[in-house]
Every structure is written in C-alpha cells, then in structure tokens.
C-alpha cells in the first residue's frame, strides 16, 4: 500500500525542522520511528503533503545521566532505552521499552514521538506519569518545558505549537529505596495493549512513604489513580490496602468498549494489573527482584 | 490529491552491494527491495506493521521494511534473505530451518531468520522465552511455531560450535 504523494524534507537540526514546520505549516508531519506514522498515511487515515524527517538529525538520541535525572533525546528508540544500563537506574522504564510492541517496532520507535502523538493506548506516557519528567520542547521562538502531566491535552492532544517540536525528556532520579513496575496486558506482541498500570513506590521500612498509581488505555488520556494512592501512602503495606488500590483502579478507569474487550472486562483488567505492579514495585523498592513484563499469549 | 512529489537519490548497501538509485519518497523500503532490485525473498504479508514477513536487518536491527521508506534507508546497510547464503553455503540459521522441519508455507519465513539473525548476533546461547521474545513481531499461520523455537536453538548451538559469526 502507498500513501498518498508527499514531499520529503530531511531535517540537519531541531532549529532546521522547526522552522521547516513553520514555513510548511499544518500540511507538514513531522517522522520520527515512523511506526505509527506510516501505517496511518499508508491507510490513508493521514494524509500529509510533507514530512520532515528527524532521523537524520545528530545527537537528538542520547540517553544520559546529569545532575541527578536522566536525560533522553526525543529520538532514543524503545530498544536503545530497553538496552541502557543508564536507563535501566529506573527499572519501570526498562520494563515499558522492552515490551512495547516487538522488536522491529522497538529498533525504531522513539521516546519523544510516543509521547507527541499521545495516543490514548500509548505505553510512555502512563509509565512517566508515574515519576517527575519534563518534556522539553524546541520551536522557532525557543525552548520550552512542560512538566508532562501539562504537555497532554487529550487524546492525540499535546501542549505542542503547530511549529515545535520534542527536544528532550527529562526524568528525575526517585530517591533512596524507590521502586516501581509496568505492566501491559496484549492480545498478541504488535498491538496495542488492552489496559495497562503503571505504580512507582518509595517505601520506609513497612511503610508506604511515596506513591504514584497510572492506569493506560481505560480512558482518553493515562489516569492518576488518586484515592488508591490516597489508601496506601503512609500506611504499613498489607495485601488488603493494595487491593482497595486495585479497586480504586477500577472505579477510576474510564474504558470504552472495543475488539479488545468490553469496558467492564477492561475495569476488571486493569485492577488485576495495578495490584500486580504494585506488589513488583513495593518488592523492587525493598531491593528485591522482581521480573515483569508485558503480558501476551 | 498532490501532483506526484520528485524523486530523489539514495545510495545503501543490500547484502554488501552498493546501490544507488531514485526513489519516489513515498515507495517503502520493501518495494523498492523487492520491484527496483529484484529481490523478492522479502515478503508483504498484512502490509500493516503486524505480521513481521517484510523483516529485514537495517545497520544490524530488525525492522519492518513495510513501515521504512526507501528514502530513510539512504546511507543504510540492508541484509536480506538473500544476503545470508555464503558461496553457495546455506547460512546456519537457514540449515536449521530446512533440518528442523520449521516451515510449511514458507512466507514467513525470510522475516523470521532475519529477526533470528539479530536476536543472534546479540545473544549466542538464548534460552526458549528470550526466542518467544525476539520472534514476537513474526507472525507464522502454519506451524504452530515448535520447530521454529527448535531451529533457532539448533542455530545457535551450531554457530557456538564454530566461528560462522554472521
């Protein structure tokens, strides 16, 4: 299948791609991994008369630590992110890379184009909405930064001028005896996942003392889970208060009914998820191991 | 509907041979492989970014050539199926295909060594859910993937024994 004709611009710089977007103006689509991209213009759902093309751009794919945060280039691919061992510091990042979709899709995916296209069944965006991150962004005026919770709007929906671009995201450290997991449920490896959770803990002996809960795909945007978190912070950690977490996941979820489940098999899901990544998080804070991952047949 | 866009020049390497050509920036990389050079061992299978038959190693990763545009492969090194035969030596991966009885039809199957040969490279003793993993983005309607798993484990131990790194 071919898209519809296009004219292609390979950008040398962000600058370079910024003002291109300016001077082409809503005609023009950015392509970073091109993985959801693609697909869309070849089923003529997009219909660009231009794409910019980043991939060629030199050192947007970095992934360092610097002053207590790491720092991904908007272009760091899924695979790159997966194989860190700098990224690996945040260990529910690593499990996000390396179970979105299969590895084709993770060797050229990148961070900074999930998070631009903010699709509702994405995987990065619920997972960094679970730690401090920033998402620094580049245009003709200059730079800007919106903590990420700001930079989503709705679905498809970002914070992103018509001519800016994703530069950099940036993701604070969690502190001494922090832990947290992700974990999708998938029909099969290259599609979307059905619900997600995402739960990143700071624990003080049997205590609670931090916690942030993230449910994906159940709604139009990734919900904060606010009154599960609300039953466990500052509490011993029991089953039973992880469960009313998980039951808070499941009044909170949002889900609409499609071919990968109906909103109440999804709202029964996703409680099954939150409770699952928050017992891996909590063994993960106390320096335990705990292996998850993407859940498909 | 814009009038058709200009084409423009690329130059990569498919299996070590170096090409240069001009490219309509909306042809993918698998038809450009399989009309402009006439290598047809890389299949379409859904055309969607699913079934993984279009698989082909870009600069040593596996990517969907179905979701590449030829354009972006510009500077690239592109091994195909092809690619992997030596002077009329079938590749390992390739001899344990045929050995292990892991096709049926076949169409998948260019794709599937080509993501073995990555998971491979980067790992030469995978145990069977590191194989489930790497061959996950590879769709196979008929053998039920058995002897797949069975071939790429046969591979390995046969590219450990010798020095065939490639």
């Given amino acids: 299948m071919y898209p519809r004709a296009f004219t292609y611009h390979r950008a040398g710089s962000l600058k370079d791609a910024a003002s291109l977007l300016s001077q082409l103006g809503e005609d023009a689509k950015l392509l970073a991994g091109g993985q959801s991209l693609i697909p869309l213009m070849k089923l003529r759902f997009a219909n660009p008369a231009h794409l910019v093309d980043l991939n060629f751009v030199e050192g947007i794919s970095h992934i360092q630590q610097k002053n207590g945060a790491l720092h991904f280039g908007a272009l760091a691919r899924h695979a790159e992110i997966e194989k860190s061992p700098t990224a690996a510091k945040i260990p529910i990042l690593r499990d996000c890379a390396a179970g979105i979709a299969d590895v084709q899709v993770r060797n050229r995916g990148t961070i900074g184009g999930s998070l631009a296209e903010a699709d509702p069944s994405g995987d990065w965006a619920t997972v960094l909405l679970t730690l401090s991150c920033e998402v620094r962004c580049s245009g003709i005026a200059g730079e800007r930064s919106f903590q990420l919770s700001e930079f989503l709007k709705d679905a498809y929906i970002t914070a992103l001028a018509p001519d800016e671009l994703v530069s950099e995201i940036v993701v604070q450290l969690p502190p001494e005896n922090s832990g947290g997991a992700y974990i999708a449920f998938k029909r099969t490896a290259p599609v979307y996942p059905t619900a997600s959770a995402a739960v990143q803990v700071t624990v003080e002996g049997e205590r609670c003392r931090e916690i942030a809960i993230t449910i994906g795909c159940v709604g139009l945007l990734p919900i904060r889970v606010r009154e599960g978190e609300l039953a466990l912070r500052g509490q011993r950690i029991t089953a039973k208060l992880i469960e009313s977490a998980a039951d808070a996941a499941r009044s909170a979820a949002d889900p609409q009914s499609d071919m990968r489940g109906s909103s109440e098999y999804k709202r029964q899901l996703v409680g099954a998820l939150v409770k699952r990544a928050a017992e891996a998080a909590f063994q993960r804070a106390r320096g335990e191991q705990a292996e998850v991952s993407h859940i498909y047949a | ?166």
């Fill in chain 2, 1 to 166: 509907m814009p009038e058709a866009a200009r084409k423009a020049s690329i130059q990569l390497r498919v299996n070590g041979k170096l090409h240069a050509s001009e490219v309509e920036p909306r042809q993918l990389l698998v038809e450009f492989i399989r009309e402009d050079l006439e290598l047809t061992g890389t299949h379409i299978g859904c055309d969607t970014t699913y079934c993984g038959a279009c698989t082909v190693l870009m600069n040593g990763a596996a990517v969907k050539s179905c979701t590449v545009f030829a354009l972006q492969a510009d500077g690239a090194e592109i091994a195909t199926v092809e690619g992997l035969e030596k002077e009329g030596e079938l590749h390992p991966i390739q001899k344990a295909f045929a050995d292990c009885y892991s096709l049926q039809c076949g169409y998948c199957t260019p794709g599937l060594m080509l993501s073995a040969l990555q998971l491979l490279k980067e790992n030469s003793n995978p145990n069977r859910k590191q194989i489930r993993k790497a061959i996950a983005g590879n769709t196979c309607r008929c053998t039920g993937y058995q002897n797949i798993f069975k071939a790429i484990e046969t591979a390995a131990a046969r590219m450990r024994g010798t020095s065939h790194g490639d």
